[in-house]
């Protein structure tokens, strides 16, 4: 058994330290994957939590062999950002914020510098078809393989390759452009 | 075979989330190099620039203790689900049943010393009722209402003080009803004698004399009637000396319905005494 299966299987039977080590581990990617997917802060601090708490309640449903950890929790994401996409429709599309926190901000002039750049960035994932803009979210921005996107999004492995093919040719076409 | 572009792309991207870089992914691949350099390039922009992205450390925090909560109350209500639900309908009604019981006995105990008038004195005369009703002998019952006449007669005295001579008269009438109470409870020690004298074996000996058995009331004949009248002789005594310094201390004008009080009281427990001597003589 691995040290992640450990943890997984610990944390179903109930145990709370082995739920904040998982916590601990894909919080930072979850919260990355729903930002460039939703693109503001607020609602990305709200979705991520929802996520997690929804994994809280649904974890001991999860079974190890079916499913990769986390496969499991960026499916959990993916239909929580369906769901706020479905919602959003009917009041409007959602507004991409400026209030980005950067993982370094200890020099201000750079940090303002990298913030222009994360948000052009993000403007460009935005512009992808929704399935290209979820693909390169979880490979670019969570670091899944292209396995364990297939699992979380319920595809194939060739289908999410292609999508990620289409979806790099498309965003250096708008950095292109962009020169 | 050749390899499709995406296989390739995706190969390239796995070496560079590992830390190889472009140009070394590029060097694998020479016949794709033209196509795959700029979408590597592209890739490692975004692949950059996304992972600058970082919650803040507060949401952080406030999203695991959020979380602490909901995981506390989840093992709080599993731990409940493991009781079986008779054990916890049980638990409940126990509970339910001593908080009622504590709170009687909470009541009882406040109420002990609480005159007519006061919003515990019903409360008092409840559960003197109760005492009574919940006696197991005669024996039992006739001391209550001993004990019962007495505080009736110590009332007086604090009525006479306060000058509520219309609950004097009332008060009166209770002692004179526990008194005459106290030789019905006296018949029914002569029922359980008589009724324990029928199941019991024949005596092996000749039982002893009265006088050495006045703590013993089922075998000693009149015994129990020897010890309520030395009862009754000292509850009068303490009665009466309750109710004559009340008396010396109360102002003239109040004077007449607590010197009646003395005489029905003085009169009552004479008679009683006067029953239980002719009863057991």
Request: aromatic fraction near 6%.
């Amino acid at each position: 058994m691995s040290i992640e299966e450990d943890v997984v299987s610990r944390a179903i039977k109930g145990d709370g330290e082995a739920f904040a080590q998982l916590y601990e581990e894909h919080f930072d990617k979850i919260y990355r994957y729903v930002y460039l997917r939703l693109g503001g802060q607020a609602e990305a601090e709200d979705l991520t939590q929802e996520v997690f708490v929804k994994a809280l309640e649904a974890i001991g449903s999860y079974r190890w062999r079916s499913l990769p950890f986390a496969s499991w929790l960026f499916r959990i994401a993916h239909n929580q950002v369906i769901d706020y996409f479905r919602k959003q429709g009917k009041v409007g599309k959602v507004a991409w914020d400026n209030d980005i926190t950067l993982a370094d901000e200890s020099d201000p002039s750079l940090a303002v510098e990298q913030k222009i750049e994360v948000e052009k960035v993000l403007d460009w994932v935005k512009k992808l078809s929704p399935a290209q803009c979820e693909v390169i979210s979880l490979r670019f921005g969570v670091g899944l393989s292209v396995a364990e996107v297939a699992k979380a999004l319920g595809k194939n492995a060739g289908t999410v390759k292609a999508l990620q093919y289409n979806g790099i040719v498309a965003l250096r076409k708008m950095m292109a452009g962009n020169r | 075979m050749t390899q499709k572009i995406e296989d390739i792309l995706d190969n390239c991207l796995e070496r560079m989330f590992k830390g190889e870089s472009v140009e070394d992914c590029v060097k694998t691949y020479p016949e794709q190099a033209l196509e795959l350099e700029p979408l590597l390039k592209a890739s490692f922009v975004v692949i950059q620039e996304s992972s600058a992205i970082q919650p803040s450390p507060e949401f952080k925090a406030r999203g695991r203790s959020q979380l602490q909560g909901i995981l506390y109350a989840k093992l709080a209500k599993a731990e409940r689900a493991r009781i079986p639900i008779w054990h916890r309908r049980w638990a409940v009604a126990m509970t339910t049943v001593l908080v009622i019981v504590l709170a009687g006995v909470g009541i009882a105990a406040a109420s002990t010393n609480a005159l007519p008038d006061e919003p515990l004195y019903p409360a008092k005369l409840a559960t003197e009722q109760a005492r009574l009703t919940l006696a197991f002998s005669g024996m039992g019952k006739a001391e209550l209402h001993i004990q019962f006449a007495e505080r009736r007669a110590t009332e007086i005295a604090e009525m006479a003080l306060q000058g509520r001579s219309d609950k004097i008269f009332v008060l009166t009438e209770q002692v004179t009803n526990h008194l005459g109470g106290v030789p019905m409870a006296e018949k029914a020690v002569k029922i359980e004698e008589g009724g324990q004298k029928a199941l019991a074996p024949p005596p092996p000996v000749p039982a002893p004399a009265p006088s050495d058995e006045a703590e013993d009331y089922g075998e000693g004949r009149g015994g129990y009637a020897v010890e309520l009248k030395a009862m009754l002789c000292d509850s009068r005594a303490r009665s009466l000396n309750i109710l004559q310094t009340t008396l010396a201390e109360t102002p003239e004008n109040l004077r007449p319905p607590l010197e009646q009080a003395i005489k029905d009281v003085t009169e009552d427990y004479d008679r009683i005494i006067l029953i239980l001597e002719s009863g057991s003589g």
